[in-house]
């Protein structure tokens, strides 16, 4: 049997008909020490920088940029360190946990406690980042691209800024970590859009696992420079959300030698593609929504034939997870002509998850898709141009009619791993 993830549990599918089953090597990356003294020696050791104690020494300010709720990023056993080491350096310091949610919604109380814990949230003033409220904003100027570059003035107005992360293959800013807590982080909505504009999207480079001529990389990169940020701290995790490995120091030469470790456990070649794809969005948090559930369609969509099916098992426990997106996709006359539109639309006229449904309309202008999900989402779910089914072996069946097909790839998490080109 093969386990796919979904949700907290795992969905299981016979082996008949598998020609192929493309994992990460991220099960490969135990690592024989605790995750707190793996943080510890990333803090003692920092790339390219000072310790962030001495980088807080005669600081009057600190804003700590931490993920928000859709990140598995393991805060309890990274930000203790973070805040032990800037008090070390100047105890009179005055910090502030600012909550990276880029155009997401804002993280709640209760979230804020299972990632931080009960002490911090009760202790530390955390704010949490609205990308539309303009009183949190302040102007830097332009990006590379021609995007102004909005941002959480409590970012801009404090005397050192630091960022806590995580690594993993990003289907369109070929990696996250870094520089992602600055844009789109804690930008205005404006900057987002600006970044995750058509032209962007549709560039060849703008794929998993890449950052050479990646245009969206290379403005987010500049953001992090325009806005100072001064210190990072990214782990890979593994399957379990376990953390296997730690990068500190400077925002580019840390977050490089992150995608460096992580290279080897993700790419993998594409050896053949077939008609049926069966793939995850990793599992919860990551598969909360339709919206994050992209990601792991973008993986499937390069190995699957066009004409063929791609199933995706998602608990979607969130919904949707934007009305734009889904309001796009339901009201289209079809595929191509909203592609059609899309592409027509200049950089400062991006809407509201635009790139998000541009890459989903991509997938489904030359394949078909087969949502595993809760049964609650179905009529949503058909209404996006998509097919719903209440189980695995329901759409599998369901596939191989329609391709009159029985060569099948598994890919068990689809976000674990990217393709070399």
């Not at 909360?288 to 993986?299: E, I, R, S």
């Not at 309309?361 to 949502?371: C, D, M, N, S, T």
């Given at each position: 049997?093969?386990?796919?993830?979904?949700?907290?549990?795992?969905?299981?599918?016979?082996?008949?008909?598998?020609?192929?089953?493309?994992?990460?090597?991220?099960?490969?990356?135990?690592?024989?020490?605790?995750?707190?003294?793996?943080?510890?020696?990333?803090?003692?050791?920092?790339?390219?920088?000072?310790?962030?104690?001495?980088?807080?020494?005669?600081?009057?300010?600190?804003?700590?940029?931490?993920?928000?709720?859709?990140?598995?990023?393991?805060?309890?056993?990274?930000?203790?360190?973070?805040?032990?080491?800037?008090?070390?350096?100047?105890?009179?310091?005055?910090?502030?946990?600012?909550?990276?949610?880029?155009?997401?919604?804002?993280?709640?109380?209760?979230?804020?406690?299972?990632?931080?814990?009960?002490?911090?949230?009760?202790?530390?003033?955390?704010?949490?980042?609205?990308?539309?409220?303009?009183?949190?904003?302040?102007?830097?100027?332009?990006?590379?691209?021609?995007?102004?570059?909005?941002?959480?003035?409590?970012?801009?107005?404090?005397?050192?800024?630091?960022?806590?992360?995580?690594?993993?293959?990003?289907?369109?800013?070929?990696?996250?970590?870094?520089?992602?807590?600055?844009?789109?982080?804690i930008?205005?909505?404006?900057?987002?859009?600006?970044?995750?504009?058509?032209?962007?999207?549709?560039?060849?480079?703008?794929?998993?696992?890449?950052?050479?001529?990646?245009?969206?990389?290379?403005?987010?990169?500049?953001?992090?420079?325009?806005?100072?940020?001064?210190?990072?701290?990214?782990?890979?995790?593994d399957?379990?959300?376990?953390?296997?490995?730690?990068?500190?120091?400077?925002?580019?030469?840390?977050h490089?030698?992150?995608?460096?470790?992580?290279?080897?456990?993700?790419?993998?070649?594409?050896?053949?593609?077939t008609?049926?794809?069966?793939?995850?969005?990793?599992?919860?948090?990551l598969?909360?929504?339709?919206?994050?559930?992209?990601?792991?369609?973008?993986?499937?969509?390069?190995?699957?034939?066009?004409?063929?099916?791609?199933?995706?098992?998602?608990?979607?426990?969130?919904g949707?997870?934007?009305?734009?997106?889904y309001?796009?996709?339901?009201?289209?006359?079809?595929?191509?002509?909203?592609?059609?539109?899309?592409?027509?639309?200049?950089m400062?006229?991006?809407?509201?998850?635009?790139?998000?449904?541009?890459?989903?309309?991509?997938?489904?202008?030359?394949?078909?898709?087969?949502?595993?999900?809760?049964?609650?989402?179905?009529?949503?779910?058909?209404?996006?141009?998509?097919?719903?089914a209440?189980?695995?072996?329901?759409?599998?069946?369901?596939?191989?009619?329609?391709?009159?097909?029985?060569?099948i790839?598994?890919?068990?998490?689809?976000?674990?791993?990217?393709?070399?080109?």
């Open positions: 049997m093969i386990a796919i993830l979904y949700g907290k549990k795992q969905l299981f599918m016979e082996k008949n008909g598998v020609i192929q089953i493309l994992e990460s090597a991220i099960s490969q990356m135990k690592s024989q020490k605790n995750p707190e003294a793996i943080v510890k020696k990333a803090l003692e050791n920092p790339i390219g920088t000072p310790a962030l104690k001495d980088l807080a020494r005669g600081k009057a300010t600190a804003t700590v940029i931490i993920s928000d709720h859709t990140r598995p990023v393991p805060s309890k056993q990274m930000i203790p360190f973070m805040l032990e080491q800037l008090r070390e350096g100047n105890p009179e310091i005055e910090i502030t946990l600012l909550v990276a949610t880029g155009c997401h919604r804002g993280t709640n109380k209760k979230e804020l406690i299972d990632k931080l814990g009960q002490k911090i949230v009760d202790e530390e003033t955390i704010l949490v980042h609205d990308c539309d409220d303009q009183e949190q904003m302040t102007d830097l100027g332009l990006l590379p691209s021609g995007a102004h570059l909005v941002l959480n003035r409590k970012a801009v107005e404090t005397d050192l800024l630091v960022a806590e992360g995580f690594i993993e293959p990003h289907f369109f800013a070929g990696f996250s970590g870094g520089r992602k807590s600055i844009l789109p982080g930008c205005s909505r404006i900057t987002v859009l600006g970044n995750h504009c058509a032209k962007f999207i549709d560039s060849p480079y703008a794929r998993s696992g890449n950052l050479k001529n990646n245009p969206i990389h290379e403005d987010m990169v500049a953001a992090a420079r325009m806005a100072k940020l001064d210190y990072i701290l990214n782990v890979v995790i399957e379990e959300k376990q953390i296997v490995a730690a990068f500190a120091g400077d925002a580019e030469k840390a490089k030698a992150g995608c460096e470790y992580l290279k080897p456990y993700c790419e993998t070649m594409i050896q053949e593609k008609p049926i794809v069966v793939t995850s969005n990793g599992g919860a948090p598969d909360q929504n339709v919206y994050q559930t992209v990601k792991g369609l973008c993986t499937a969509d390069k190995v699957t034939e066009d004409g063929g099916v791609i199933i995706i098992c998602s608990e979607c426990a969130d949707i997870g934007g009305d734009v997106f309001q796009a996709l339901k009201n289209c006359a079809d595929i191509p002509q909203l592609l059609s539109q899309i592409r027509s639309t200049s400062d006229e991006t809407v509201p998850d635009q790139w998000q449904y541009q890459i989903l309309a991509k997938i489904l202008e030359k394949k078909r898709v087969i949502y595993v999900t809760e049964k609650k989402w179905e009529s949503v779910i058909r209404e996006m141009k998509m097919e719903y209440a189980t695995l072996p329901e759409a599998l069946d369901r596939a191989q009619r329609w391709t009159g097909s029985e060569r790839t598994v890919i068990p998490n689809g976000i674990s791993i990217y393709f070399e080109y």
